[in-house]
């Protein structure tokens, strides 16, 4: 398993009928397949995110949508970025994603954090529980859910979780990757020392040398060698050949979430912009490279926010940065 170069579908809000939904997906999946990204993500969520779109725009449900996308594909890998741990039970998630890896035949990666997004877990009557409570529950789920994707059937007496003698079956191999996404520098990356094949940071780029400098840290602790554990950076990429139509579509995008970058200070500017990846594909590359992968990350995860879903720009992106990794 390796994560190089990831596209991520954050965004469902797509022009048409429902029923067109889901086939401008299979076909963004199957685009960056052939452009040469290792890997096919969905988000984890019920209700679209803040700072994307409104709670009730369109949103699947992960490992519905890519058990359907593990038949309408052949080489690309498949996760969530990432899993909510709050909203499975861990044995049941691990039994999900091992039925993803067989569909998919052993394609699936188990992406998996915490849980954040407090509307989600009070409107579906899911425990939310305090920062603590969440690390917690994310700990002894790991517990459970390695051995489980490992082939042994584990008992666990926790907190929050138990299990007896715990079967897994049928699985299609004992090495599913596992990959945890977050941007805590203790809690996060130190489970991610402890369980972790794969971790996704999700900071802004300007903390990238910090955040890599803490999990080096957090591998020390365990005594793991950081080479052994896998980085990526989810980045916002807004792209397109002609570079002030990119520009343009940052501009609307901020904007249709309540931020009129004319009106912003250079440092708030900078601020707003600082997961943002935006030009000509040459400049999308140039600023990947300098700002991500020369920061010492292994791997680059992208999402084009406001036109993947547009046939040719996930082909566009793809030739542009899988020459970097």
Known sequence: MTIRLGYQMPNFSYSGSVK????KVIAQAREAEAAGFDTAFVMDHFYQLPG?????????EAYSALSALATATDTIQLSALVTGNTYRNPAILAKTVTTLDVVSGGRAILGIGAG?????????????GTFTDRFE?????????????RGTRPTFDGLWYQVE??????????????????????????????????LNIIC????LPRKIKA????????????????TSFLAFVILDEDGDKAKQLQ??????????????????RAKATDRHFCGTPDDVAEQVQKRVLDQGVDGIIINLITNGHEPGVVELAGKALKPLV
């Open 20 to 23: 067109d939904l889901f086939p």
């Open 52 to 60: 994307i779109g409104k709670p009730d725009e369109p949103m699947l």
């Open 116 to 128: 954040w997004f407090e509307l989600e877990h009070k409107s579906f009557g899911l425990e939310f």
């Open 137 to 149: 529950r994310l700990d002894e789920a790991l517990q459970i859910i390695e051995p489980m994707l």
């Open 165 to 198: 003698d715990a079967i897994n079956e049928p699985r299609i191999r004992d090495d599913l990757p596992i990959m945890l996404g977050g941007g805590g520098e203790k809690k996060t990356f130190g489970l991610a020392a402890q369980f972790a094949d794969h």
């Open 204 to 207: 802004d780029a300007s903390e």
């Open 215 to 230: 999990l080096e840290a957090r591998c020390e602790e365990v005594d793991r060698d950081p080479k052994d554990l896998e």
């Open 251 to 268: 501009s609307d995008y901020l904007l249709s979430n309540g931020v009129n970058l004319s009106d912003l200070s250079d440092d708030d």
